[in-house]
């Protein structure tokens, strides 16, 4: 657990702990993240120390941390949404009610879903070059505090008018695509921040990647875009969208990137690949459904005996 991101740890604590408890599981071990390791260190002990099961609760730095070290192993992940734009719980259909994500693990939900591998770091949701990184440079830790996802509106506004890129983009090796985009995003899944879906057919467990390439010019065109968006149109107007197992992005500039909603080092270039079936995950029942956060709602209610729990534990 991040104890920066988690805002009462003796609730996480006795949510937790008295939760399994109602299922007759052990007490588990904690570990709390530091400023040099965000959570990979800490589960990767985890994994050596015999644990079968891995909660993580922070924020997207802290589970994409968590992703890494877990990915390739049988150890099953149970995401306890923490922070702010926590974007894996997004598509889990997680609140920040830490009860429900115990009630996922409870249930016994699991799914083996794709990750993406960018250099030495893995994620499960997406990666992204340009305006969506931009977005997440844009928008202070305050403002996400106070008034949650739609923070990330004010940071976008920042940079709606800039200039797009000038990319090549290489999907499987196939001949290269030169575009100007303002942003290449390529995602495992489809939600982003605020449970917007762009990217409607991805399926997490498909051994590719979806790739959205969108290029407006004005705030004309960003205006159709995102209506279509919301709307789940069939058609975007302005962008793009392909699949890959295989995709290397390069500019002539260095760009701002994102990797599941945590800024990474600006760079010329993003080579990323698919590790299919990597990951483990706690998933809502039915846990067949490319849509992982099918029914989450069901596992919400079924979680009021571990809220009753935790809160006569505090008694």
Known sequence: MNPVKVPDLDLLRRTIVEGLATKGWPEPMWLETTPEDA???????????????????????????????????????????????????????????????????????????????????????????????????????????????????????????????????????????????????????????????????????DGKLDIAILSPRNLAHWAALGWAVVRRSERVPRMETYTAASIEIRSAKPQPRQLDGDLIEAGKSMSISVRPGALLLCVPQPDSDPDLAYDASAAERAAEEVRAAAEKAAE
């Open 39 to 205: 959570g990979r260190g800490q589960a990767t002990k985890a994994v050596e120390d015999g644990a079968e099961l891995v909660f993580v609760s922070g924020g997207d730095g802290t589970v994409m941390a968590v992703v890494t070290a877990l990915a390739g192993t049988d150890v099953a992940l149970a995401v306890l949404p923490a922070g702010t734009g926590n974007l894996l719980a997004t598509n889990l259909g997680l609140s920040t009610d830490a009860a429900t994500g115990v009630q996922v693990a409870l249930d016994g939900g699991r799914r083996r879903i794709d990750v993406g591998v960018v250099e030495d770091q893995c994620f499960a949701v997406m990666a992204g070059m340009g305006f969506d990184a931009q977005m997440l440079e844009g928008t202070s830790e305050t403002a996400k505090k106070h008034i949650g996802w739609v923070a990330y509106v004010g940071g976008a506004l920042k940079y709606i008018r800039d200039k797009p890129m000038n990319l090549i983009i290489s999907l499987d090796g196939k001949p290269a695509l030169h575009r100007r985009p303002r942003t290449v995003i390529v995602g495992n899944v489809g939600r982003l921040q605020g449970g917007v879906r762009l990217l409607t057919e991805a399926d997490p467990a």
